[in-house]
């Protein structure tokens, strides 16, 4: 490789050029060039190549120090991390997919807790009430979107910049700066609607929105085009250099990352080196931080193998030596389409830009001749450019360093924007509450459909059940067969015209064989039949019961052949059949001169004290069909709320904005209520007023303890969806839970069927006592001054408040 040497005017000529092309699309011709123009030039064209007692005087805005974490005891994600990021700079981190950067990051956030040592962010320890880190001391950008796709761009931005308590105005200013910062489309045009490359500059803007005095972002330029992805480094630059902006950047564009102040490579877990790029480059003797990274993973591979040695000469089992690449998994990242104009210098030696120094456009100092200075710079032919020689003198770059130190005390607080947040650390700050709610609302706003189904499924369900349960069967077929003779066959017609004929049907047949077949083969439910002497035979029981035999009794019995594989048809004609038959004697014996109350039950039946005699079926479940299915229904919607945030990245995003676990709670049963409210009134509208139901006591009390256990259902599906880690495993767990608890809680059947154990262990199902409760209500006309009514509210209100309370905790712990 050819080799050239040149003179610091010649190469301040050159960056001077290169300056302008980049900046400004075309050559300044400046009268004058000083040192400090120099100095100011070469930060913008290429990284000052950095003393490492300089670096000793800068401010940490990071430390970590012997910083470990796992999953799995047996297979650490970081082991011993210790890395400093000074405030006011840029710092790269730089390492494989799965080598534990996103995990580092989530610890400096405060989302996520080390097993060993220490953190400190602004010299306080992230996730404390004394940090402002997670909040609006921080900007986060996930390496996944993590952006509401219903959201317009400046919904996306505004509801960030309520998130961290920033004025509608500032919001407003912000966000026309980014859009032309960033090149954004038109701030009404859907996230969805966007191309990859456009929605990862949105998620950009959100970081940046509040100015937070650190950034961190996980691979932000991906996808992003080159002359945009300058502008974003020229603007990361610019925020640290005037307002003390740290910003913490993994990047697999690998000499992007020479445009930092400083980097970390990182390989399973390990910190592999820290220091500036361009001393990097100058150890060891590399063109690219790519071929560093190399080295770097060669050295431990070597060592790595040494160990291997050293421990198989211990054991005294010589095998062969393995290459270095099967030791450690070591993948330089490349990227074929690398930042060149600000990592690469072309020296061109053209007879214009002499003729600019020639004529008298730019002047170079005097002083600064090849005698007195002796800083250099080695080219090669190709145009890739590092420092392998002398560093840029200290005295040089002094005034910068005072500068660079007077910036950082005035930028010394953790918030360094132009407005105070407020306290990160209330549990509950109503305003973002407010912004959280306003999110629910353009999410659902957005998709009509889900509010049209939340609502609609509760009332076609009622709607269905009160279709099916609110009307008894009706000309169910039974066959009758008659071998009496016609003339002397009153008593069988009499007792035939007895039968209600809306309920049953008859299907008259010549025998008893044919009868039964119909049966069998389901045209008929039941068989009655008449035996051929049976009106002479009856009546003789009534006239002349001294003389009555055996025989006559048999001859005058109604035979009744049911079909029992069909419950509610067999109870159902057998008590049409009794009724009849009731009816049946009565005429017999007023037609035979008797009192027809001489033939009633002994068992005389009294009012009611509750209820009344005509009850239905349908109304003894009615209420407690509702109380489940509204239950469910609710349990079933909060189920899937914070899990799919969890999913989407929606939640850990906004939990580094600052939003704690009782906010998003509360703000989902908040917004919530709404359509549980609805689905109540439109379940009792359809029960007592287009299917008649009766009610002796107030619908206001039934539907007040309906809607607090529809409550409780959404609480139960709010908590499900924090422990759940999927919106598969959430489903299920709704299905498993509400099944037991409708089969236990004497919806379909009494509780009193069961063991006196199992009943009292029923008691505890979070339905059964507000279903008994409005039992009581709707049939005996109490009130909720009642104590057995009281019960089932104050249940209802005991669930809610201990299972919301679980949620809490365990939203908390396992965030």
């Known amino acids: 490789m050819h080799l050239k040497m040149f003179s610091t005017k010649k190469y301040s000529r050159y960056l001077e050029d290169q300056f302008d092309r980049q900046y400004y699309g075309a050559r300044l011709k400046l009268k004058k060039f000083d040192t400090d123009e120099f100095q100011s030039l070469h930060s913008k064209i290429y990284p000052p190549f950095i003393d490492s007692s300089q670096e000793a005087h800068l401010v940490s805005c ?75 001391g921080v900007g986060y950008m996930p390496q996944d979107l993590a952006l509401f796709m219903s959201f317009t761009v400046k ?79 020229n603007y990361l630059e610019d925020i640290c250099r005037d307002r003390g902006t740290t910003v913490i950047i993994t990047t697999h564009y690998t000499e992007e990352a020479r445009n930092s102040f400083r980097v970390g490579f990182i390989d399973s877990g390990v910190v592999l080196a820290e220091d500036n790029p361009q001393r990097l480059l100058y150890k060891y003797n590399c063109d690219s931080l790519e071929d560093v990274f190399l080295e770097l993973c060669l050295e431990k591979a070597k060592s790595n193998n040494i160990e291997i040695e050293n421990e198989e000469k211990k054991n005294s089992n010589q095998i062969d030596g393995q290459e270095i690449n099967n030791t450690i998994n070591c993948k330089p990242i490349k990227e074929k389409n690398q930042l060149k104009l600000q990592n690469q210098i072309i020296i061109e030696e053209d007879t214009d830009r002499d003729d600019l120094v020639n004529n008298g456009d730019i002047k170079s100092d005097p002083n600064n001749n090849n005698n007195n200075n002796t800083d250099r710079c080695q080219i090669d032919d190709d145009g890739d450019q590092y420092s392998k020689s002398k560093k840029l003198s200290i005295e040089k770059i002094d005034d910068l360093e005072s500068k660079l130190k007077l910036k950082q005390q005035q930028f010394s607080s953790p918030i360094s924007m132009g407005f105070r947040a407020a ?62 003779n016609r003339t002397h066959s009153l008593s ?31 045209h008929t439910h039941s068989v009655l039949t008449f035996q051929a002497n049976f009106s002479r035979n009856f009546r003789r029981r009534f006239l002349k019961p001294e003389s009555v035999t055996d025989k006559v009794i048999e001859s005058s019995k109604i035979g009744f052949y049911p079909d029992t594989t069909h419950a509610v048809f067999h109870l159902y004609i ?50 407690g069909m509702i109380i489940a299915l509204v239950h469910g229904m609710s349990m079933l919607m909060g189920s899937f709320s914070v899990v799919s945030e969890r999913h989407s990245g929606y939640l850990e995003r906004g939990m580094v904005a600052g939003i704690k676990a009782s906010e998003i709670l509360l703000s989902h049963l908040i917004f919530f209520i709404v359509p549980v409210f609805t689905q109540v009134v439109l379940c009792l509208f359809l029960t007592f007023y287009i299917f008649g139901n009766h009610s002796v006591g107030s619908l206001w009390e039934i539907f007040f303890i309906t809607f607090i256990t529809s409550v409780q259902g959404l609480v139960f599906g709010l908590t499900l969806s924090v422990i759940c880690p999927t919106e598969l495993a959430s489903l299920l767990a709704v299905f498993i839970l509400e099944a037991p608890f409708i089969f236990t809680s004497g919806v379909l059947w009494p509780l009193s069927s069961l063991p006196e154990s199992v009943q009292k262990a029923c008691l505890w199902n979070p339905i059964t006592l507000p279903i008994q409760s409005t039992h009581y209500i709707m049939f005996r006309g109490w009130t909720l001054a009642n104590i057995q009514v009281l019960f089932g509210l104050g249940t209802c209100l005991a669930y809610i408040s201990i299972v919301l309370s679980i949620g809490f905790i365990t939203f908390e712990i396992f965030k």
């Open 492 to 522: 069988n017609k009499l007792f035939i015209e007895n039968i209600d004929s809306k309920a049953l049907k008859i299907k008259p047949y010549s025998n008893v064989e044919d009868a039964i077949k119909s049966v069998q083969t389901l």
């Open 574 to 623: 057998y008590q049409h059949i009794l009724e009849a038959f009731e009816r049946f004697i009565k005429a017999i014996g007023v037609s035979m001169g008797y009192n027809p109350k001489y033939f009633g039950s002994p068992v005389d039946l009294m009012e009611p004290i509750y209820g009344r005699m005509d009850l239905k079926y349908f109304e003894f479940v009615a209420p």
């Open 155 to 233: 919904e996306t931005l505004t509801f960030y910049g309520h998130l961290y308590g920033m004025p509608i105005d500032m919001i407003n200013y912000r966000i026309d700066h980014l859009v032309d910062l960033l090149n954004l489309p038109k701030k009404n045009r859907l996230v969805s609607q966007l191309s990859g490359g456009q929605q990862r500059r949105v998620s950009l803007a959100v970081t940046m929105i509040h100015m937070p005095p650190l950034l961190i972002l996980d691979e932000p330029t991906v996808g992003v085009d080159s002359l945009l992805r300058l502008r974003i480094w």
């Open 62 to 136: 990071v430390e970590v120090r012997d910083l470990s974490f796992h999953y799995n005891p047996f297979n650490p994600i970081l082991k011993s991390i210790t890395i400093d990021v000074p405030r006011g700079k840029i710092y790269a981190l730089l390492g494989a997919s799965g080598c534990g950067k996103t995990t580092l990051l989530r610890m400096i956030l405060g989302t996520l807790k080390p097993m060993s040592g220490t953190i400190k962010v602004f010299n306080e320890t992230p996730g404390t009430k004394e940090s402002n880190v997670p909040g609006s």
């Open 423 to 484: 306290n990160n650390h209330h549990y509950l700050n109503t305003r973002r509450i407010t912004a959280l709610l306003e999110k629910n609302f353009i999410l659902f706003k957005r998709n009509p459909s889900s509010i049209i189904l939340l609502n609609l499924i509760p009332v076609l369900q009622m709607t269905l059940f009160c279709i099916t349960f609110n009307r008894n069967p009706e000309n169910i077929p039974i066959a009758v067969v008659n071998d009496e």
